[in-house]
């Protein structure tokens, strides 16, 4: 008795959080990286690739149609050797083996967020389903790690999660001056 009360105290956040690191069996072999001369990729983020992402399905369609372009040119293959990451989104890179030209594949769009800021579409749903629901950066860095997903940092989150609170803020005080104007009318 007295040694498993031991084990669960052992067990705490961080440890938690530690297995979860861990690659899971059904994870692939990690692909190694290489440089990338590509302005759009920062050269220090571009690390190993592994685990698993989320992508919008209209860049994918995009990013299918380059790459069979650049290879019906050039007869070449076309190889994923990169990743820069912002969040839940990445921009990942493919470089071909013949010529050396690098293709960009951005995972996710930026569209305008809450104070007019360009923001990863993904990073915005993901913290915005976390407000409506009644978690947090640790709530949704729990369930995307065991799919083996990178998420945005805490402190990426809280300024995601302090924008949007200012924009359904603003809206609500919209609608409480459309609601007064009614009331005051009718």
């Not at 820069?84 to 769009?109: E, M, N, Q, W, Y």
Request: contains cysteine; positive net charge; aromatic residues 6%.
């Amino acid at each position: 008795m007295g040694n498993q009360k031991n084990q669960r105290a052992t067990y705490s956040k961080h440890n938690r959080h530690a297995y979860r690191k861990k690659k899971l069996p059904w994870e692939k072999k990690k692909l190694k990286s290489q440089t990338v001369n590509n302005p759009i990729l920062d050269k220090e983020k571009i690390g190993s690739l592994e685990g698993s992402r989320i992508i919008n399905l209209d860049q994918l369609q995009l990013y299918t149609e380059n790459i069979s372009k650049h290879a019906s040119q050039y007869s070449g293959s076309v190889v994923l050797n990169g990743e820069s990451r912002d969040g839940l989104a990445s921009i990942l890179s493919a470089k071909c083996t013949t010529c050396s030209h690098v293709i960009a594949f951005p995972t996710s769009t930026k569209v305008k967020g809450p104070r007019g800021y360009k923001r990863w579409q993904c990073n915005l749903a993901a913290v915005w389903g976390q407000m409506v629901t009644g978690g947090g950066h640790s709530n949704l860095e729990e369930s995307m790690s065991i799919v083996g997903v990178p998420v945005m940092t805490n402190a990426s989150f809280v300024q995601t999660e302090r924008a949007i609170g200012e924009a359904w803020k603003q809206k609500l005080l919209e609608s409480m001056a459309e609601a007064g104007r009614r009331e005051t009318i009718g």
